[in-house]
C-alpha cells in the first residue's frame, strides 16, 4: 500500500528502506521483483537500503557502502566483491558465513 501511494505522485525516484526486514523468503523475492519491474516500466530511480546482499545483487547496478556514517565504496557489485577494503571484505565474509549461497 506504501509503495502505491507514494506512486500516486509520480515521483522520478522512490526510495526503498529495508524493503525485506520481516518478510519471509518468498515475500522478498517478490518485493524484488516489483521494484525491478516499477523501475523498468515506469523509469524510476530506485534507491534500496538493504543489508540483504543477496536482495542488493539483483536490483543493484550501483552499490554504496556505508560505514559509522560515511561511504566506504560507490561501484558496481562485481566492483565491490573486488575491492580491498577491509571492513567491506570483513562485512561480505561475514553475510556469506550468515547466508551461504
Do not use: N
Given at each position: 500500500?506504501a509503495i502505491?501511494?507514494a506512486?500516486?505522485?509520480?515521483p522520478?525516484?522512490?526510495?526503498?528502506?529495508e524493503p525485506?526486514?520481516?518478510?519471509?523468503?518468498l515475500m522478498?523475492?517478490?518485493?524484488?521483483?516489483?521494484?525491478q519491474?516499477l523501475?523498468q516500466?515506469?523509469?524510476?530511480?530506485?534507491?534500496v537500503?538493504?543489508?540483504d546482499?543477496?536482495?542488493a545483487?539483483?536490483?543493484?547496478?550501483?552499490?554504496?557502502?556505508?560505514?559509522e556514517?560515511?561511504?566506504r565504496?560507490?561501484?558496481t557489485?562485481?566492483?565491490?566483491?573486488?575491492?580491498?577494503?577491509?571492513?567491506?571484505?570483513r562485512?561480505?565474509?561475514?553475510d556469506?558465513?550468515v547466508l551461504?549461497?
Amino acid at each position: 500500500m506504501a509503495i502505491a501511494r507514494a506512486l500516486a505522485a509520480r515521483p522520478s525516484a522512490i526510495l526503498y528502506d529495508e524493503p525485506t526486514t520481516m518478510v519471509d523468503p518468498l515475500m522478498a523475492h517478490l518485493l524484488g521483483d516489483l521494484i525491478q519491474r516499477l523501475k523498468q516500466q515506469l523509469r524510476l530511480t530506485s534507491i534500496v537500503v538493504t543489508h540483504d546482499m543477496r536482495f542488493a545483487e539483483k536490483l543493484a547496478d550501483r552499490v554504496v557502502f556505508l560505514h559509522e556514517g560515511k561511504a566506504r565504496f560507490f561501484g558496481t557489485m562485481a566492483e565491490m566483491k573486488q575491492s580491498e577494503d577491509s571492513v567491506l571484505q570483513r562485512f561480505l565474509k561475514l553475510d556469506e558465513l550468515v547466508l551461504p549461497r
